[in-house]
């Protein structure tokens, strides 16, 4: 069965810190990978996606996340953290039929002055 | 053009009250997630409907809950006679079509439900 493992349950990062978020699937084809953020209060927008081509993928607000088949991983990573970014981040992968999304349990960022 | 529109944005009920949750898709979208989110947790996959069919909904749980998509008018998700584990938030997300993998799903706001 295919499941999404968020490692971390809250990171905190310094302003201006680097970040990234870990993300490991368990998936028997080729996944189709997501992260999402959900500000508190707040619905959930994509960040980005993977379907094929290129395995570093970029995305809005100045996110990247890189795919490694090898390691079943897919972190996202942003090389200077604003504190507008403290929300909550989830990584997800698309079943095979191509509509069911399997969501990980969330990585909680912090991010201090 | 307005987003994945969903209300009410709370909800309270008493144990053995029905809730009734709507969801108001993106203009043009005709394809329905709905997911629950219980605290602390990621988001769980329940139904998928597309206009008047009910696609996938193995993430339902068996009794009490129930969703439709009518030809007109928003997706409904109804719980019958709520009990507290019940109290979540209910997020519902719309497509153009049902390929997630070509396509994006975008989510509403989501109600929040308490069960008293």
């Known amino acids: 069965a295919q499941s999404v493992t968020q490692p971390d349950i809250h990171i905190t990062v310094s302003e201006g810190a680097s970040l990234e978020l870990r993300c490991n699937y368990s998936y028997g084809a080729t996944p189709y990978l997501f992260w999402y953020v959900q500000s508190p209060g707040q619905g959930l927008q994509l960040l980005l996606k993977y379907f094929s081509g290129d395995t570093l993928v970029q995305g809005i607000k100045g996110f990247e996340a890189e795919f490694k088949r090898s390691q079943s991983s897919f972190n996202l990573r942003k090389p200077s953290v604003h504190w507008s970014d403290a929300a909550e981040y989830f990584c997800a992968v698309v079943n095979t039929g191509g509509f069911k999304t399997i969501f990980g349990a969330g990585t909680r960022l912090f991010v201090k002055a | 053009n307005a987003g994945v529109m969903q209300n009410p944005r709370h909800l309270v009920r008493r144990r053995g009250q029905e809730a009734r949750l709507r969801c108001s898709p993106m203009k043009g979208h005709s394809h329905v997630y709905w997911y629950r989110q219980l605290p602390e947790e990621g988001l769980k996959f329940m139904v998928y409907?597309?206009?008047?069919?009910?696609?996938?909904e193995s993430g339902m749980p068996k009794e009490r809950f129930s969703a439709e998509f009518p030809k007109e008018g928003p997706s409904i998700l109804r719980i019958q006679q709520v009990v507290r584990g019940d109290s979540a938030a209910y997020f519902c997300?719309?497509?153009?079509?049902?390929?997630?993998?070509?396509?994006?799903?975008?989510f509403g706001p989501g109600t929040r439900l308490t069960v008293l």
């Open positions: 409907l597309q206009k008047e069919n009910i696609i996938d």
């Open positions: 997300a719309s497509s153009p079509s049902g390929t997630l993998s070509t396509d994006t799903q975008y």
